[in-house]
């Protein structure tokens, strides 16, 4: 048996009681679970999914004009065939078919809402049933995923070399570009280190034969 709807009216002079931690709204939901897994369709068709299953709780605030505000508690089969997931008839034309696939969730939500019709879903819900996952660290473009400057200096590699050798790795790591080594990329060098003119070419070169021998740059 169905469980029938909760629904609580607020009048329009009276305070909302509920948090914004409780509920987020629909449009924002679900631009998260696009992150997720990657797709408009994609997330249309897992959300619809999850809330016909009663995975993932919602509820409607339907805004009346000088009344107030209905909250409904929805139910899993108020998601079977509804207005935000119209069922799409067996037999349609490809024109009739295009049309509908142009017809998506968010502009579905965007015209509800515009009648007073506004959908939150359980927070809680979404971060259980589509949980973000961590962002991969990056790495410079022309050092290996795998390879990364120690945090201390190498045994035999001097206190000056080591110094140019970070300066480096950390020019390269922002695009850094350089035609002459003896050159411009000394000059670029000494200037990142405030003007120090006790990095000879000589230094320089040792520091890149350590980032090249240690496969973090590729000069």
């Not at 935000?84 to 008839?89: A, G, M, S």
Request: neutral net charge; proline residues 7%.
């Amino acid at each position: 048996m169905a469980k029938a709807r909760k629904r609580t009216t607020i009048a329009d002079s009276e305070p909302l009681q509920w948090t914004t931690d409780d509920w987020m709204p629909l449009t924002d939901a679900f631009l998260h679970i696009q992150q997720v897994v990657g797709g408009e369709e994609l997330a249309e068709e897992d959300l619809r999914r999850r809330l016909v299953s009663g995975d993932v709780e919602a509820q409607e605030r339907l805004v009346t004009p000088g009344e107030g505000i209905e909250i409904i508690l929805l139910a899993p089969e108020d998601f079977e065939d509804s207005l935000l997931f119209p069922r799409v008839p067996p037999n349609l034309n490809s024109l009739h078919r295009e049309a509908h696939r142009q017809n998506t969730l968010l502009r579905r939500i965007e015209r509800l809402r515009s009648d007073g019709h506004n959908f939150f879903l359980r927070r809680a819900g979404v971060c259980r049933a589509w949980p973000m996952r961590p962002a991969e660290p990056t790495s410079p473009p022309d050092v290996q995923r795998s390879k990364q400057l120690p945090t201390e200096r190498p045994e035999g590699l001097g206190p000056k070399a080591w110094l140019a050798a970070q300066e480096v790795y950390k020019l390269r790591g922002e695009g850094g570009k350089w035609i002459d080594i003896q050159h411009d990329l000394l000059g670029q060098i000494r200037k990142r280190l405030g003007g120090d003119e006790w990095l000879s070419k000589t230094t320089l070169k040792t520091a890149l034969a350590y980032l090249r021998e240690n496969g973090l740059i590729d000069l």
